[in-house]
T-cell receptor, first 114, second 113 residues
Framework: DTEVTQTPKHLVMGMTNKKSLKCEQHMGHRAMYWYKQKAKKPPELMFVYSYEKLSINESVPSRFSPECPNSSLLNLHLHALQPEDSALYLCASSLGQGNVQPQHFGDGTRLSIL | DAKTTQPTSMDCAEGRAANLPCNHSTISGNEYVYWYRQIHSQGPQYIIH???NNETNEMASLIITEDRKSSTLILPHATLRDTAVYYCIVRPPTTSGTYKYIFGTGTRLKVLA
């Protein structure tokens, strides 16, 4: 069981659809992260939020739009995705961005683009 | 660019110690080393982290060389449930003064019955 909850677990969408991925934690963590993981590859960082403000965007295409409405919740809004965006999307959280305490990961949303 | 180098795969007999090496020769003085594992279809699971001293917890031990250019994760009594991809990660600062994980390619550990 993980303390970072991601929904949905699986998502299939067409290239013209708009959908959102949701991530929630109640550990009082103030840093939250989105990663993308392709099959048999390591996770790659996409975005970092620190105290509800976007602090890192790893040059991610604008069809991915993150949002952090409060300290417990992180969303990733998806629009006009491409087939190559099919991947496992992982959310993580940590105590604070500069803190040495580790990140805690959810089990991800497996996204398929038709 | 990945800052860590790990063997692609390793096998270990059940009940024996699994020793997973990691090379991080470009590590700087304030960078921690973190170890995670990822079992199929799950998110990465935190195992242990350290700066320069050896560390031990209920899951594993972390041995860091004196020059900090490499480390070894030790699972003392491997079980079949330890079969996973193990990632060694360094956490460099960014230009904004924040930190981020850079995952290496990982070691696929297979524990054999």
């Amino acid at each position: 069981d993980t303390e970072v909850t991601q929904t949905p677990k699986h998502l299939v969408m067409g290239m013209t659809n708009k959908k959102s991925l949701k991530c929630e934690q109640h550990m009082g963590h103030r840093a939250m992260y989105w990663y993308k993981q392709k099959a048999k590859k390591p996770p790659e960082l996409m975005f970092v939020y620190s105290y509800e403000k976007l602090s890192i965007n790893e040059s991610v295409p604008s069809r991915f739009s993150p949002e952090c409405p409060n300290s417990s919740l992180l969303n990733l809004h998806l629009h006009a995705l491409q087939p190559e965006d099919s991947a496992l999307y992982l959310c993580a959280s940590s105590l604070g961005q500069g803190n040495v305490q580790p990140q805690h990961f959810g089990d991800g949303t497996r996204l398929s683009i038709l | 660019d990945a800052k860590t180098t790990q063997p692609t795969s390793m096998d270990c007999a059940e009940g024996r110690a699994a020793n997973l090496p990691c090379n991080h020769s470009t590590i700087s003085g304030n960078e921690y080393v973190y170890w995670y594992r990822q079992i199929h279809s799950q998110g990465p699971q935190y195992i242990i982290h350290g700066l320069k001293n050896n560390e031990t917890n209920e899951m594993a031990s972390l041995i860091i060389t004196e020059d900090r250019k490499s480390s070894t994760l030790i699972l003392p009594h491997a079980t079949l449930r330890d079969t996973a991809v193990y990632y060694c990660i360094v956490r460099p600062p960014t230009t904004s003064g924040t930190y981020k994980y850079i995952f290496g390619t990982g070691t696929r550990l297979k524990v054999l019955a």
